[in-house]
């Protein structure tokens, strides 16, 4: 089993930046591919980005140049570097661990002001 739980979601202005955490505990081991997902209310669940376990990055074409994706693995923990934030952004996030088994955390919410 994977546990993970992700934290920075915030209420922040529109062009702002914010950083998401998701910490990864339990079969690491087991990980290959981890990721972010988000959803706006009344929409699906989208892909935003991942990070494979050799670092190669890959990006929804509706963030690609303003996001960053990063792995610590020392600290079993992927980030998600969010800047030049737009309204359209605002979702709750979700981080995604892929392995033997696909892994969610609960969520944390993106809130962007116009």
């Known amino acids: 089993q994977v546990q993970l739980v992700e934290s920075g979601g915030d209420l922040v202005q529109a062009g702002g930046s914010l950083r998401l955490s998701c910490a990864a505990s339990?079969?690491?081991?087991?990980?290959?591919?981890m990721g972010w997902y988000r959803q706006a209310p009344g929409k699906q669940r989208e892909f935003v980005a991942r990070?494979?376990?050799?670092?190669?990055?890959y990006y929804a074409a509706s963030v690609e140049g303003r996001f960053n994706i990063s792995r610590d693995n020392a600290k079993n923990t992927v980030y998600l570097q969010m800047s030049s934030l737009k309204p359209e952004d605002q979702a709750i996030y979700y981080c995604?661990?892929?392995?033997?088994?696909?892994?969610w955390g609960q969520g944390t919410q993106v809130t962007v002001s116009s």
């Open positions: 995604d661990a892929k392995g033997a088994y696909d892994y």
């Open positions: 339990g079969s690491i081991s087991s990980i290959n591919t």
């Open positions: 990070i494979t376990s050799r670092s190669s990055t």
